[in-house]
């Protein structure tokens, strides 16, 4: 198997997909990370990672949050505002300046290369009882065994709910995992959403 680097994955059809939705709203991304995001956000910084259209992001905007939103491609479809930031950046490779209250990737780390490194800095870009909160499938990292891969989340503070699929942790944390990473499978076909996904490679 031919494993992609970065480049080579920022210009894969997978990531590239068009038939992925882009377009959720603040709704849509409470339910599919099990949290009421319209009730934690006022007065909140707020950093949505892989954030599509930008339409949760402005909903929170308009509710008092500070708002960043970052995302390979730049189909951005909501209005500027003072408190809502859009970047166009690839991830891993994009760093923020500050703190956030709250970190999300709804449905993006499904099409990230080295899934774990960014896990890893975003734990260093919680505020202190920040909330992290992420769909996530476990079975898109290869690294061996996954009772020591999740064995290394838990005991770097993540939370792996196997049943709906999701990742999160509170608080900060400096994280590295023992794992070196290899490159990304963009053919392993569709996951669990039904849409192409990208299985990441470590060596233990
Ligand atoms: C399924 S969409 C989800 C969009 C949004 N979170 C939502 O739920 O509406 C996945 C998003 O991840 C973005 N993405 C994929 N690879 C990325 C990368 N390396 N860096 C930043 N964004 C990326 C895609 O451009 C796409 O907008």
Redesign the pocket.
Known sequence: MRLLGPAE??ASSV?ANNA?????RLR??SR?LGLNLAVALSGKTWL??????G??LAEAALLGADVTG????G?FAVPPAANLRLVV???PGWHPSGKFDLIT????L????DKLGVLAEIAGWLTERGKFAANFDVASVEAGSRRKLLAALRSRGFVYDSRNRRISRTGPAVVEFPYEYLGADDTAGPNYTG?PAVVSHYRA
Do not use: F, T
């Open positions: 994955l920022d990531v992925m939705n882009r377009g959720r849509g991304y599919e949505d990672l892989c954030c599509g259209e339409h949760a970052v995302d390979l491609v189909h950046a690839s991830i990737v709804v449905h993006g499904h099409y990230l290369g849409q």
